[in-house]
Each structure stands twice: as structure tokens, then as C-alpha cells.
């Protein structure tokens, strides 16, 4: 079992930045490939990124490259999530995730999940 913790979400202005952080309890962190998720109100919930069980492999949805970096420090049992130059389309809750499988885009592949942090940006 691994419990996650989201932080770091709130209210900013569009162009803002914040960084979301996701702690991890239970078993080993550096175990797990690990990513963010988001779920818009009336809309599915949709990938955000996904980094390796090293750190060195990351994936990210088209609409966040070159804005969000994800990041993890293995040593804390922490995953980050870097946003910078936010947009009105990014209001969302954000889940962190943990899979056992290699890091992916798909939902179904990730056993546990955080209950989410929100994230509003004003225009």
C-alpha cells in the first residue's frame, strides 16, 4: 500500500506559477513510476505527466510542455509538479498517482491516488 498526500494548490492569476507537491507513505517510494492527473468540473479525467521510478524519464500531455516540469526526490518520498505560465484551462483538481507499471498515460495503469489538490487560475 502506498498513500499520497497532494499540496500546493490554490488561487493565482493567469500567467501565475505554483508547484504541487505529492507525498508518499507506505511502501518504498522509488518503488513506483508516479504522475499527475486532472479533472476539470463536467469534464473526463485527463493526464497531465508521468516520470519514471528514476527520474530520468518523464512524459507530458501536449497542452503542458514547455509550462509544467514534473519532478520526484526519491530521498523525501516526494513528487513534484512545477506550473508556470498557468492559463484559465488548467483549473482543475489534481490527483498524484503511483503505478507498479512503467511510467504512463493511462489512467488504469496507476493502484493508487491522492484526493487531489485544486488548482484555480483566474484571467
Known amino acids: 500500500q502506498v498513500q499520497l498526500v497532494e499540496s500546493g494548490g490554490g488561487l493565482v492569476q493567469a500567467g501565475g506559477s505554483l508547484r504541487l507537491s505529492c507525498a508518499a507513505s507506505g511502501r518504498t517510494f522509488s518503488s513506483y513510476a508516479v504522475g499527475w492527473f486532472r479533472e476539470a468540473p463536467g469534464k473526463e479525467r485527463e493526464f497531465v505527466a508521468a516520470i519514471g521510478r528514476g527520474g530520468s524519464l518523464t512524459y507530458y500531455t501536449d497542452s503542458v510542455k514547455g509550462r509544467f516540469t514534473i519532478s520526484r526526490d526519491n530521498a523525501k518520498n516526494t513528487m513534484y509538479l512545477q506550473m508556470n505560465s498557468l492559463k484559465p484551462e488548467d483549473t482543475a483538481l489534481y490527483y498524484c498517482?503511483?503505478?507498479?507499471?512503467?511510467?504512463?498515460?493511462?489512467?488504469?495503469?496507476?493502484?493508487?491516488w491522492g484526493q487531489g489538490t485544486q488548482v484555480t487560475v483566474a484571467s
Open positions: 498517482a503511483a503505478s507498479s507499471y512503467p511510467a504512463s498515460r493511462k489512467s488504469d495503469n496507476y493502484n493508487y
